[in-house]
């Protein structure tokens, strides 16, 4: 009997799902039943550095049964504050996204730039 996955993608924002702890049990799920791991990244730098470090802890190499490796999702609409909160803004090139490697989560936040949003 041949039984279809009811879905193919698991989305979770990191930042709205319970963190890293719980995204990381998401994403062990996901590979357990072959389901593609594709983190919600849409707010923030800081939620962006989060889901980064995530899927850098995540296996290489997918287990056999996954068809696709988790991969991130790279919002490009417009977002002036997305980037304004961190001093050093992650981009990505030729495909690519650096893992900020800094502590924590890697980044370092621009309190000068959050201050530029703040409402008086």
Request: with cysteine; charged share 20%; aromatic share 6%.
């Amino acid at each position: 009997v041949f039984m279809r996955r009811a879905i193919d993608i698991v989305q979770p924002d990191t930042c709205a799902a319970g963190g890293l702890s719980e995204c990381k049990k998401i994403a062990d799920m996901a590979a357990a039943f072959g389901v593609r791991y594709v983190p919600h990244v849409w707010g923030t730098g800081i939620g962006l550095a989060a889901s980064l470090q995530l899927l850098a802890a995540l296996p290489d190499v997918p287990p056999r049964h996954t068809p696709r490796p988790p991969i991130l999702e790279f919002d490009r609409s417009e977002h002036p504050f997305r980037q304004a909160v961190l001093k050093t803004p992650i981009e990505h090139e030729n495909g690519h996204v650096a893992i900020p490697m800094g502590p924590g989560l890697g980044i370092e936040v621009d309190r000068d730039g959050i201050a530029r949003f703040r409402v008086a």
